[in-house]
Each structure stands twice: as structure tokens, then as C-alpha cells.
């Protein structure tokens, strides 16, 4: 409450209404505390306003504070880049203005092509807004429009349009103050000025969807939706981003059961309204021809479709007591952890229940002293061990903006540069295995002299980065080495070893992993010392693990159970494999990397006979010990301690 009260305010009058509004706030939002809108091209709300289009015209002037007469400016001011000062009055609908609002409408259209009908964004272009509410109703101008490349294929995920383009720069600079690749640029003069990439290369930015919901026009579009479907074809419904722990808040797109397409949801204390394009383009598995359908069980060398009746029957035959394991993914529900947990351990009598394949991973709960939101405002940040444009892309933009906004001053130490090393001011170069050496020089346990020539860095930098990292906020994950993680813990400063997996803390926090590890699960199985071993949700084969120890494991263990919503590798080495719901296809909670649990509904139906994960566990639960089960997975989060 104390920071509102400190915000300074003045008092203006908009279309003869006063209201009191912060002092410095842009007209364009100022107007919208009392309902009104402006119309806008260039501007938007997290770029720097530009004044560029022209659309945002209003009618200004000043009150005499001495007499209250209202003195109006000659000419009209752009909304988008006028600050709002004491006595400012603003007229946002006037014969001029409505006059003008025309005026800029018809020269943007005078060479857009007549494109609507099979426009992508045609449905929901602010362009088509604007031209219907403020636009002329018919066009003067008869002359041969102008034509450029159409469909030109900017990047694997993004088609651009130059006849489309109206020069509004937006895209421009999205890459320059939100992404910082500046890749794209207006190149040429004149007509044929148009945005593109430097020497027409690929762009190849890790964020380049966002173009695609940001531009106000049809001329960046996305490849992978392109022609499949009308905005009023489309059921819209909320949900959350698993391909990674940042838990994006998305838009999912579906028609007839099917993923159309992913567009950002803004939430301001997670994603705002980005997304990466990991995000918004990696949702196919979800219309994958190799989707899991039935149960299987294993008859000789084939498997073949059966119940669930007789795979349960074989499961409960197979697992019991602690010469069994479970190996769960780490982008499960947390009812599936929870559930997974009760039944394993306490009905099956197994402690061998683990998610983690890196040996760096600790049992506890991740440290995270900060929220992503926070990052922005730290004053110094120590970026420690990680890639955070791979592994935590939303964060790595919060870094970022606190950089670029605030001037956070930030420090890189890791294997090699990235794209944080872009905006440091100091970036250390270790080489690969000495982390936990340049962790004890930061923390003083070792000579900045030894640690700069075991490490492959010069001294005077190193020294350098320590002096700049005193109390900073470090941010790493939990892949970071063990003994590296540690040290910088117990450095001055807040400390976040961030979750990688999509929902790794949910694991951390439901699952009491006190038994054989994953990896130590599969090294028994490779010795033929378990006998039987349950993996859910996970492909062993694409978790970074050696081929052929994965191959001795699955062949040499008694009994496998492969639950899963694909037909991965792993699960042509089953003895039974059960079908598993997706995520979008199940109600259930997932936390994100900061520790915020966040619930998804169902919103597309069930593949075949596939169940949600937790459902099977309580199915086989009341098998073992009879009583009545959860029916929602809403109280299964309920009953856990740990998501209270």
C-alpha cells in the first residue's frame, strides 16, 4: 500500500471529464481508465512508443489554472508519445480527428492488397478493426497497386508479406528492446521499404512468434497455421505451457480435438504476453500419428492390444515390494505425483520412485528466492552455469528487461557465450567441469589466480566479475554441479537454482525420492538385479543417458511397464504399456520453476482409451486396498501438504 500511496498524480481532462491519472502516463493509456480507446498501429503497451503511424491523433490543450479557460493546441499530437501533465486536456473525438483518423487510413490502404479473404489474420487484424470503425467507406484511388514477394519464407515459423506491410516497425522492435537478437530491420527507401533481416538470412530468432501476434496487420504470419483454419473456426480456452518450467500462460487454439495453433496469454507475473517459440510452435505432439490408444501386453515376442483388466492384472503380479522401481517424467501432474507416490510406496511397498537423470540434482525442493517477475528489478544479477535462452527463455527476457529498463547490471559465468553475454558487463568463459572452482573463487575459498588458470580466464576479469557480483542475485538451475550449487547458496545475495523440467518442482515437491535413483534404477536393471520397472511419461531414450546402457536396462529387466501418450522406443521394449492423456486432455496442476501451481482444465477429448496418469494409480490403489477413490483431480491436490 505504501508504494501506491507515493505515486505522484495529475490532474487532466479528457472529452470534458476530469479525472486524476500518474504524472508521465502516455494519453493512450491514460484514456482507457475511463473506458475510452485510441486507435493504434505502431504503438504498444511494452515498446518504447515511436509515434510513427499517426493513427493515435488526439486534440490537446492546457487549463489556465487562474480562470479555468482552456486554451486548444493548433494542430493535433500523437497519443502514443505525449505524457500526460497537470491541466492537460485531451479531446479524443472530434470532425477533425475523425477527418484525420481517414486521412491515415487511406494512404496505409491505398497499396494493401485486397487480401482479407485468404488472409490469416483476417477475423481478428486490427487493421480491418480500424478501417471499419474510423476508416472512409469507399476508396478513391483506382491506380495499380503496388506488388511485392508474397509468402516470402522469413524463418522455419514465420512467413512474411511485404504487400501487407504498413512500415509500423513494431516487429522491428520487439527484436531489438524485448528479444535483443536486432535481427530484423527496415531495409531500402521510399515504396520499397520494407522489414527484413540483415542480408536476407534466416531469422533465427528463439523468439520470433511473437512478431506474429504483434504485428497489426497480415504481413507476419505463422507457417504452421497458415490456411488451416478462420478464427471463428477455432474453440479458444486457457491453459499452460509444459515445454518447459517458465509455465507460460498460452491460448490454445483446437478444432475437432485437434491443436490448431498457441498463442500468449498474459499474465504479468509469469510470461506477460510472450512466449517462445519452443512454446508456440512445439505443441504437434499432441497430433502425433504415433499417439498411444489402447493398453498392450506382451504375448511371446509381439505385443498386442488388450484390456485394462488384464494389464492391471499383470501389473499387480509384477510390482511389489523393493526390488521393483518407478521412473516418472518430469512433466507429470502433480496429481500424478501424488498419486504415483501414495500407491507405489504405500500400497506396493516400493521406495525406488525417481524422476531426476542427472546426478546434480538434489532430493529437496529447488532454492528459489526470487519470483520471475522480480528479476527485473534486481540491482546485480550472476548468471551461473545455465543457458537461460534454452533452458528458462522467459526468465532469461525478465533478465533482460531488467537490463534494459532498469540498467541491472549483469554477469555471465558459464561453458560458453550466449545470449545473455550480449547485454553483460562481465562474461567469464570457464571451461567445461570447472564450475565448482569459479563458484569457491566468487564465494573467496580459493585464490582468484588458481581459479582463473585452472579455469581457462584471465585473472583481471575474473577479479573483476567478483568484485561486481557482491550480494547480486544468482540465478542457475538444478543442473548446475552439486558442489557448485552450494557454494554460491551461501554467497550475500539471494540465490535461485530454477527447475528446468516442466513440472520438476511439482516432482520435488509430492515425490519422497528416499530410494534408488533413476539412474541407479536402470544400472540395477542393466545387471538384471530388478524385477520389474514402471516408466511414466517418459522416453528413456531421449533423456540424454548412453544408448546401449538404456538398451542393457529395458532388455535385461524382468518386467516393463511403459506408460505414455506416444509409442516411443521405450515402449517397444515393453511387457505391458498403458495409454496416457495429455496434459490439455486431463484436468490437473502444474508448478511452475518459481513455485507457483497453476490449474489446466480439459479442453480436448481423450485419444482413444487413454486415462490420465493419476486415475490408473487410484484404479490400481482400490485393487490393492479397497476404499473409496478420488474421483477429481482437484482433490488430490487437496489432500497433499506440500501444494497447501
Known sequence: MAAATDIQTVNIIVNGIELAVP?????????????????????????????MCRMCLVETGMKNPQDGTIRMMPKPAAACTLPVSEGLVINTESDALKKDRKGVLEFLLINHPLDCPICDRGGECPLQNNTLFYGPATSRFIEQKRHNVKAYPLSDYVTLDLERCIQCARCIRFTEEISGDSQLAFRFRG??????????????????????????????????????????????????????????????????????????RTNEAINEEWTCDKG???????????????????????????????????????????????????????ETYITAQNFFTGQLGSHNIDYRFSANQAKGASTVDNSIASLELAKTTLVFGTHLADDLPIVFLRVRKGWFNQGTQVILATDRSDEVSEFAAHTLVYKPGT???????????????????????????????ITAAAGATVITTTSLNHEAAEVLKALDGNFNAYPTGANERGAQLALACDGLSALEQLKKAANGELSALWVVGVDLFSVGLPREEVIRALENVDFLAVQDSRRTETFYYASVALPMTLPAEQDGSYTNCEGTTQQMKAIIPPVGQAKPAWRVFEELSIRVNPRMPFSQASEILASAPAFA
Open 280 to 334: 508456440k510452435f512445439g505443441h504437434d505432439y499432441y497430433n502425433d500419428e504415433k499417439r498411444l490408444e489402447t493398453p498392450f501386453a506382451r504375448t511371446g515376442d509381439e505385443l498386442q492390444k488388450a484390456d485394462y483388466a488384464t494389464v492391471y492384472a499383470k501389473l499387480l503380479e509384477a510390482f511389489h515390494g523393493d526390488n521393483t522401481g518407478m521412473i516418472l517424467g518430469d512433466s507429470l501432474s502433480n
Open 191 to 264: 515504396n520499397k521499404t520494407h522489414p527484413i533481416t540483415f542480408n536476407e538470412t534466416k531469422f533465427t530468432s528463439k523468439f520470433s512468434g511473437n512478431v506474429i501476434e504483434i504485428c497489426p496487420v497480415g504481413a507476419l504470419t505463422n507457417r504452421k497455421y497458415r490456411f488451416r483454419a478462420r478464427p471463428w473456426d477455432l474453440q479458444t480456452s486457457e491453459a499452460v505451457c509444459l515445454n518447459c518450467s517458465n509455465g507460460c500462460n498460452i491460448w490454445f487454439d483446437h478444432r475437432a480435438g485437434k491443436v490448431v495453433r498457441i498463442n500468449a
Open 23 to 51: 504524472k508521465g502516463e502516455l494519453v493512450v493509456e491514460a484514456v482507457k481508465r475511463l473506458g475510452l480507446e485510441i486507435p493504434i498501429f505502431c504503438y504498444h503497451p511494452r515498446l518504447k512508443p515511436v509515434g
Open 435 to 465: 564450475e565448482a572452482t569459479i563458484a569457491k573463487a566468487f564465494a573467496g575459498q580459493v585464490s582468484v589466480a588458481d581459479a582463473a588458470a585452472k579455469c581457462g580466464i584471465s585473472e583481471p576479469e575474473l577479479q573483476a566479475a
